[in-house]
């Protein structure tokens, strides 16, 4: 399925593709056995095309829902999971339909290549492994394989161009085949998210998503403008700067700002990210994406002026000694040291021996929300600079492109959550055959290790 995309993802066009697709299926699935038979070929393979790209944005729905404290996309999760459910059955009883008119069917042909959905069949071993543990998945799991391997196979031998004058029931069996396969992988999507999201949190962990998704809103565009909009105005309203007592004046009257049922939990633990976010966790509603938003900037000026408070109580630590240009200055409201973190990425590089580990490296320190350039070229040419690692062992020199050989599903998901159902989907997608395949285990431990350092 690599469905090309030029506009990045939003839950926006996500749904509104969900909610198309469901509509369509419903449609299609209703009409199934009155229509006729050249409207269910043009119908269904237009849910195929449609499946196509909705199993594609998935990839970034699982990347991004595990980096939600808030868990705003709960519910809607259940609610195409029962869809997806429901939508699941019927479209096995039309099989069995589709499956009696062929075989009542006296004609045959060898399948069109034109017909083939690029990529589909090489999430089917993948599909077959996640669905292994419901026995009475398996037998049509190993069938749907075996028939779209066969039918792979004629593809590849088929090199001649030829006119197919019209389409066989046989040919048409072979689309639902297709359309099942991508139904089966969004019905395990939204059953992954559900425990992924559903499940518990520790405070550690919701603490560190929480100042994450306040660094992710500041670097957006809207929350750029806004914090750099707030800035302005209070230079603007104390020109000849402002001491501790205004600043805990100002930080006071953000919790106006904060929707009504944010605010106990804003005043409680504004300044304890850690509590913050298992009190969120705790919210009798999930709060809009407005909602949500509007909280984030809210705590990103708190934690402003909490730094602001820092550096006048340690005048010594805005002092500039290390080069950076890579990693975030502060995290929660407080200064990032760049000597201890130096010392730090130091004892990660003593358990590297080889320069593929600096992508493990990369993605600790991206796990500890330290990144603030995500580009893999400008953090290999920071490790470069005289102030960093400039004489690194031969065997440990990379550059930019060691760390995007990853960029997967281990680049796109914590280290913590990889795991081998998604990297043996992903390796076997793309065609990544020279990824070991136990590299995913292999790197995680590594991951683990280099973490423990923070600690």
């Keep these: 399925m690599n469905t090309p995309t030029s506009t ?4 926006e066009a996500f749904d509104r593709h969900m909610e198309l697709f469901l509509d369509m299926c419903y449609v299609f699935l209703k009409e199934y056995e009155e229509a006729h038979f050249q409207e269910k070929v043009t119908d269904l393979r237009s849910l195929c095309i449609k499946a196509a790209r909705v199993c594609k944005m998935t990839e970034f729905d699982l990347a991004l829902q595990q980096e939600d404290v808030m868990h705003h996309r709960r519910n809607k999760n259940n609610d195409y999971l029962t869809d997806l459910t429901i939508l699941h059955g019927k479209v096995i009883e039309c099989m069995h339909v589709a499956k009696k008119e062929t075989e009542q069917a006296q004609t045959s042909s060898t399948e069109n290549p034109l017909l083939y959905v690029e ?32 039918i792979q196979q004629k593809i590849k031998e088929s090199n001649e161009q030829k006119i197919y004058p019209e389409i066989t029931s046989k040919e048409h069996f072979t689309d639902f085949l297709h359309f099942f396969n991508m139904t089966s992988y969004l019905l395990y999507h939204f059953q992954r998210m559900k425990e992924i999201v559903g499940g518990e949190m520790s405070a550690e962990e919701g603490g560190r998503l929480l100042n994450q998704a306040v660094q992710q809103y500041l670097d957006s565009e809207e929350g750029s403008l806004a914090m750099h909009r ?38 409680g633990f ?36 909490s730094e602001i408070l820092y550096f006048m109580a340690h005048p010594e630590s805005k002092e500039v000694g290390i080069y950076n240009k890579v990693f975030h200055t502060s995290v929660g409201g407080k200064p990032v040291d760049m000597k201890k973190l130096h010392e730090k990425i130091g004892q990660m590089i003593d358990l590297a021996s080889r320069k593929n580990h600096w992508f493990c490296i990369y993605s600790v320190l991206k796990f500890r929300n330290l990144i603030k350039d995500s580009a893999a070229k400008h953090f290999a ?20 492109d ?11 998901t914590l280290f913590t959550a990889w795991n081998q159902k998604d990297y043996d989907s992903y390796r076997t997608l793309h065609h990544k055959t020279r990824w070991a395949p136990d590299l995913w285990r292999r790197f995680q431990v590594l991951c683990y290790s280099m973490n423990e350092v923070f600690k």
């Design 119 to 150: 990529g589909i069949t090489e999430l089917l071993p993948s599909i077959g492994k996640w669905m292994e543990a419901n026995e009475e998945q398996r037998e049509t799991f190993k069938l749907m394989i075996d028939l779209n391997a066969q």
């Design 270 to 305: 504004a300044d304890q990210p850690d509590q913050l976010a298992l009190s969120l966790q705790d919210l009798p509603t999930i709060p809009t994406v407005e909602e949500n938003d509007a909280f984030l900037l809210a705590l990103a000026k708190y934690q402003w002026f």
């Design 381 to 400: 040419e920071q490790m470069a600079h005289p102030d960093w690692f400039p004489e690194l062992p031969k065997e440990l020199l990379f550059n930019g």
């Design 402 to 412: 060691t760390l995007t050989e990853y960029n997967g599903y281990l680049n796109d």
């Design 230 to 267: 707030f800035e302005c105005m209070m230079h603007f309203q104390y020109p000849d700067g402002f001491n501790a007592d205004d600043i805990k004046a100002e930080r006071r009257k953000l919790v106006n700002e904060v929707p009504a049922s944010l605010q106990a939990s804003f005043m």
């Design 8 to 11: 990045p993802f939003s839950y």
